[in-house]
């Protein structure tokens, strides 16, 4: 598939509803578990599930999906800031003792967190 078709026809579009190529759009929502137990576990994460709009919704998943797909790769975050994205991504990458060498020209921000 071309770029710009995988963008508008990617796999996710046919479980949209009416045949819709983006999903609605899902700003602040509550969401309602048969029990105390299914919500526990998907607030850790143990089985799939949305808890809080601002934290992740079926638009954000939406979103990665999307970015997935277009990148090829297997998975995608998408994060809030940019400064969420860089602390994300480093905790991930970096171990204990690990340096890190950056320009004095960097976002004022990061050079803090660094």
Known sequence: M???TRLLHGVEVNKY???STQPVLSQA???AYS???ELEKVFNH???GVTYSRVNNPTVHAFEKRIMELEG???AVACASGMSAIS???ANLLLPGDEIIVSSSLFGGS???F
Do not use: C, K, R, W
């Open 73 to 75: 790769g297997v998975s």
């Open 17 to 19: 509803a009416f045949g």
């Open 2 to 4: 071309e770029f710009d």
């Open 35 to 37: 029990s105390m137990e």
């Open 88 to 90: 994300i991504s480093l």
């Open 111 to 113: 050079i803090e967190f």
């Open 29 to 31: 929502n509550s969401y």
């Open 46 to 48: 143990l089985a799939p």
